[in-house]
Nanobody
């Protein structure tokens, strides 16, 4: 069973930054795609960013230029660097991993909330 553990969420002010981490219990070096999703209250879960094992990335239009997804294969960890945060970025952020030929797994989520 693959386990994903997210961390790094918290309170943030508009224009602030946060870095989320997703640590996997197995090697993420090859044959996988790692995603960050988010779900705001009353809304559907949406894809935020994707990174392949080859390092290719893709972003939702709403976060392009502000968020950066990256991976450290030595630590089996994927990151989401979030800059210039906006109130509409408030959500629970989830990590998802798809391992080819094995399956798809989700983390438990980490909350990002704006402080007034």
């Amino acid at each position: 069973q693959v386990q994903l553990v997210e961390s790094g969420g918290g309170l943030v002010q508009p224009g602030g930054s946060l870095t989320l981490s997703c640590a996997a219990s197995v090697s993420v070096r090859t044959d996988n795609t790692m995603d960050w999703y988010r779900q705001a209250p009353g809304k559907q879960r949406e894809l935020v960013a994707t990174i392949t094992s080859g390092g290719g990335t893709n972003y939702a239009d709403s976060v392009k230029g502000r968020f950066t997804i990256s991976r450290d294969n030595a630590k089996n960890t994927v990151y989401l660097q979030m800059n210039s945060l906006k109130p509409e970025d408030t959500a629970v952020y989830y990590c998802k991993a798809h391992f080819w030929g094995i399956g798809t797994y989700w983390g438990q989520g980490t909350q990002v909330t704006f402080s007034s």
